[in-house]
């Protein structure tokens, strides 16, 4: 029904930056709630970021200040700049959206972002 496309994940020295993005496509007619969790092998997956349609942001505070979330509502797309990444950023990054009067979420397939020290 929907899919998520994500792209832009990569290797990274400590202090670089990545840009993720995530297409929606399929029957959707607008998408409520956009966001980016991460996981890691030995941890459960938890939020990075969230942006609402009216563009209400929220941050994990590991990431406040660094990360900065927005979408582009025509394209259905929702991106994650990473600036001044730190070692603890490494992560697998899944995009998380929740279409207009869904009943249920939808997730990406996930990219590997890995930042060296």
């Known amino acids: 029904q929907v899919q998520l496309v994500e792209s832009g994940g990569g290797l990274v020295q400590a202090g670089g930056s990545l840009r993720l993005s995530c297409a929606a496509s399929g029957t959707i007619f607008g998408i409520n709630v956009m966001g980016w969790y991460r996981q890691t092998p030995g941890k459960q997956r938890e939020l990075v970021a969230t942006?609402?349609?009216?563009?209400?942001?929220n941050y994990a505070d590991s990431v406040k200040g660094r990360f900065t979330i927005s979408r582009d509502n025509a394209k259905n797309t929702v991106y994650l700049q990473m600036n001044s990444l730190k070692p603890e950023d490494t992560a697998v990054y899944y995009c998380?959206?929740?279409?207009?009067?869904?009943?249920?979420?939808?997730w990406g397939q996930g990219t590997q972002v890995t930042v060296s020290s």
């Open positions: 942006i609402t349609s009216g563009g209400i942001t």
């Open positions: 998380n959206v929740i279409p207009f009067l869904a009943t249920k979420n939808y």
